[in-house]
């Protein structure tokens, strides 16, 4: 099992930025794919970008990819979100998720989950 650690949110005005951390231990995740994940209130966990820890290959969510960005940083086994131009509806709960040997944008092929970070953006 991966064990994983957000930290980061908070609350930010409408056309501000956060970075989101994940810190990552466990089992071998070198190789595995990290994702982060999102969930508004009454409503679905959501993909938002996901990258390929080895060789840092990543996939976006076509909505959010000129926003939103994944990195990772491999000597401290971190891997960040970097939010750029927030918008009222990006507040949700965050999540960063380990797993697959590729990156995905399923929930279901994701098994190692961390606790949320919460990001509220006001208008």
Request: charged letters at 20%; one cysteine or more; hydrophobic letters at 35%.
């Amino acid at each position: 099992q991966v064990q994983l650690v957000e930290s980061g949110g908070g609350l930010v005005q409408a056309g501000g930025s956060l970075r989101l951390s994940c810190a990552v231990s466990g089992r071998t995740f070198s190789r595995t794919a990290m994702g982060w994940f999102r969930q508004a209130p009454g409503k679905g966990r959501e993909f938002v970008t996901a990258i390929k820890w080895s060789n840092g290959v990543t996939y976006n969510r076509d909505s959010m990819k000129d926003r939103f960005t994944i990195s990772r940083d491999n000597a401290k086994n971190m891997v960040y979100l970097q939010m750029n131009s927030l918008k009222p509806e990006d507040t949700a709960v965050y999540y960063c998720a380990a797993g697959p040997s590729f990156p995905t944008a399923r929930v279901v092929d994701y098994d190692s989950w961390g606790q949320g970070t919460q990001v509220t953006v006001s208008s």
